[in-house]
């Protein structure tokens, strides 16, 4: 079974400031992973995923994740904050097993908020 | 390109009440559906899945069901809605890449 954990519901940083966003997963098997970013009354967005090679992945907007296979995290981070980045952040895992189908296991979510 | 569409964007209703959202997809053939619930503070639990035209799987024991009836159509429901069933609803597909594209969502209140 798969689990993903996201420390903290929310965090606040000011414009400019790093973001981190912290995800740890649970995986019996080699997992994919995945950061989904969801603006108020939408759906969500993927920013990036891990699957496998290099275990640092770019994303869109600036964001980046690397994967810690010792440390089964795969921590978000943006280098500077922008008002718009102000969104709820979703970490995901799913399983490498194979078949077709590709069920995601997400974590609560953390709300970043920007704060001018 | 494909795209995803699910309707309505909002829904109130009362306890008891019958349920039917709706999600089609287009611009794909045979792609894995999804639909999640999103419940304040928890997350976003999946609910049932689909490999193809009848095939559905249920993740959760729960007031909800699910059909198939067209490779592109995925359609949730309920014969009697509970207030537990409140919560945003989320279509979504996938094809090979792995990875989950979301229609917009449904807010659905039961009172």
């Known amino acids: 079974a798969q689990s993903v954990t996201q420390l903290g519901s929310h965090v606040s940083v000011s414009e400019g400031a790093l973001v981190l966003l912290r995800c740890n997963y649970s995986s019996s098997v080699p997992p994919y992973l995945f950061w989904y970013v969801q603006y108020p009354n939408q759906g969500l967005q993927l920013l990036l995923k891990?699957?496998?090679?290099?275990?640092l992945v770019k994303g869109i907007n600036g964001f980046e994740a690397e994967f810690k296979k010792s440390e089964t995290s795969f921590h978000l981070t943006k280098p500077s904050a922008h008002m718009s980045d102000a969104a709820e952040y979703f970490c995901?895992?799913?399983?490498?097993?194979?078949?077709?189908?590709?069920?995601?296991?997400f974590g609560k979510g953390t709300l970043l908020t920007v704060n001018p | 390109s494909q795209t995803i569409h699910q309707w309505p964007a909002t829904l109130v209703q009362p306890v008891g009440s019958p349920l039917s959202l709706e999600c089609t997809v287009e611009?794909?053939?045979?792609?894995?559906l999804y639909w999640y619930r999103q419940a304040a503070g928890r997350g976003l639990q999946l609910l049932f899945y689909s490999v193809g035209i009848g095939q559905i799987s249920s993740e959760v024991p729960q007031n909800l069901s699910a059909s198939r009836p067209q490779d592109r159509q995925f359609i949730l429901s309920s014969k009697k809605l509970l207030l537990s069933d409140s919560g945003f609803y989320l279509c979504?597909?996938?094809?090979?890449?792995?990875?989950?594209?979301f229609g917009s969502g449904t807010q659905l209140s039961v009172l």
């Open positions: 995901a895992v799913s399983d490498n097993s194979g078949g077709s189908n590709y069920k995601l296991t």
């Open positions: 979504a597909w996938s094809a090979t890449s792995r990875k989950l594209f």
């Open positions: 611009g794909t053939s045979n792609p894995n």
């Open positions: 891990y699957t496998t090679g290099a275990t």
